[in-house]
């Protein structure tokens, strides 16, 4: 059965860039009928917080995908432990007591200068034994074949074919001084002793993924498919990054802006990723049914945000479509507890399916449709335009009391009146359908203007026109 894995580093919040790897693993798997494991990479212990780990359940947990398996790296150093002895006793790894490089995981250096350690490699197994048990610290490295045409090879799911000549690829860490396995073993070991069959993860682990091979390899298990995802990077080209661009790259950004977790799994999935008949609005299963490799671009996916607007704008956009398009049922409760207790919950489904086709965050309703949820509203200066147009306040409230004396409240007579009265006055009836919609609502647009009335309610229309 097919099992991929995600693996995130609690050492932040939940970066979008790891979301969307997770929510590619997770659609992977669901459309293949396989198996995702979430597995907590926290084996460094300097790095990780508790902070960190509750964060990154927040925000997985907000997306509501789901995993099938749960496990902690940290759970599993006797593992690590025994898949390092593993490769040592089969001559593919070595203690390097070099002081120097002793906590180096990686000692190679950008210009490729330092590959291997001769005097440390060649070492005899007596002498290296010896030294290990007199307590000398060592930093255990694996010992990568230096013949001249031995090649590491993988075919990546996105890029294509991957070579690498092994000479120059460094004698890396498998081990640290402390005891303490390196990423680089405690992933393959864990992702050999998991069975995972494929790995997705970002493009920056591409050139790691020679290294996994060869400790793959080493282990004796099969080895995992792979591909790797393109980056997500900021508008200047930049990749981006918790440091630089700060809680904008934070999954919990998104969702404290009141959008909707499959809006926000929609948009995530466009950022590199496209269906065949590029549609952008998809639902969660057809997203699942369309999901696979041959979509994703190899080109770095830009992520649109400024100072002045923090949201991409086709984030904003997408979760208005989702707003608007799903099942008021789903809706209803994810709005109602940030607005005061309604008394007609016949009227309250009417205004919230009304207001919601011009919306584009949960937040709108609190915000921009208060007026309709509550009496405590201010009236936007473009709407108040409208209502101090000569006459309109005046007029209103002439409305409100032949409306109370109505003795039925419904869209058809509120026009049949509104129209009736502007005709007496001789004003044209489109100043007191803006007037009243401000006074009604707060708001220059909204709703059909007589379904403001509706959406309102009776004794609110009434009570708002009188004092209007």
């Known amino acids: 059965m097919l099992r991929v894995r995600f693996a995130p580093s609690p050492t932040g919040y939940l970066h979008i860039g790891s979301a969307r790897t997770f929510i590619f693993n997770w659609l992977y798997a669901r459309h293949n009928g396989g198996t995702v494991v979430l597995r907590l990479d926290d084996t460094d212990v300097e790095r990780n917080t508790q902070v960190s780990v509750d964060s990154i359940f927040d925000g997985l947990n907000w997306l509501d995908l789901g995993w099938d398996e749960f496990y902690r790296q940290s759970d599993r150093l006797a593992l690590h432990a025994a898949a390092a002895e593993t490769i040592r006793q089969k001559g593919l790894a070595y203690r390097d007591f070099t002081p120097a490089r002793a906590e180096d995981e990686v000692a190679s250096e950008p210009a490729g200068g330092w590959l291997f350690n001769p005097g440390m490699r060649e070492l005899s197994a007596e002498e290296s034994d010896r030294r290990a048990a007199a307590g000398e610290p060592f930093v255990l490295r694996f010992r990568v ?25 460094e004698d890396f860490a498998l081990l640290r001084s402390n005891g303490m396995p390196t990423y680089h073993l405690a992933s393959c070991a864990d992702d050999v002793d998991l069975k995972i069959t494929q790995i997705i993860r970002g493009q920056d682990h591409l050139t790691n993924t020679f ?20 980056l997500l990077i900021a508008p200047d080209g ?40 590029d549609r952008e609005q998809m639902t969660r299963q057809e997203l699942v049914d369309a999901f696979g490799f041959e979509g994703i671009n190899r080109s770095n996916a830009v992520v649109n945000f400024s100072e002045e607007s923090p949201i991409d704008a086709k984030a904003l956009w997408l979760n208005g479509q989702h707003l608007r398009s799903m099942p008021l049922e789903e809706l209803l409760p994810l709005i109602r507890s940030s607005l005061p207790p309604q008394d007609d ?25 208060k007026g309709y949820f509550s009496d405590d509203f201010e009236i936007d200066p473009v709407a108040l335009d409208k209502l101090n147009q000569p006459q309109a306040r005046e007029i209103l409230r002439e409305l409100g009391e032949r409306l109370e004396a109505q003795p039925e409240f419904s869209e058809a007579i509120c026009e049949a009146e509104l129209r009736k009265l502007a005709e007496e006055r001789g004003v044209k009836p489109g100043l007191l359908i803006n007037a009243s919609r401000a006074a009604l609502s707060g708001q220059a647009v909204g709703p059909s203007a007589f379904l403001v009335f509706a959406c309102v309610g009776r004794q609110r229309v009434i009570e708002r026109l009188k004092k209007v």
């Open 145 to 169: 074949p230096r013949e001249e045409k031995h090649v590491v090879a993988f075919a990546d799911g996105v890029f294509g074919k991957q070579t690498k000549l092994a000479k120059d690829i």
């Open 211 to 230: 290294k996994h091979v060869l400790i793959f390899e080493a282990l004796g298990g099969d080895i995992p498919k792979f591909a790797h995802l393109p």
């Open 238 to 277: 930049a990749k981006l990054s918790k440091r630089k661009h700060g809680p904008v790259v934070s999954v919990t950004t998104y969702r404290d802006a009141g959008f909707l977790p499959h809006a926000y799994v929609n948009f995530l999935c466009l950022l590199g990723w496209s269906p065949k008949n």
């Open 345 to 369: 919950e016949e009227r309250f489904r009417l205004a919230v399916d009304a207001v919601r086709q011009r919306f584009t965050s949960l937040h709108d309703f609190a915000t921009r449709g």
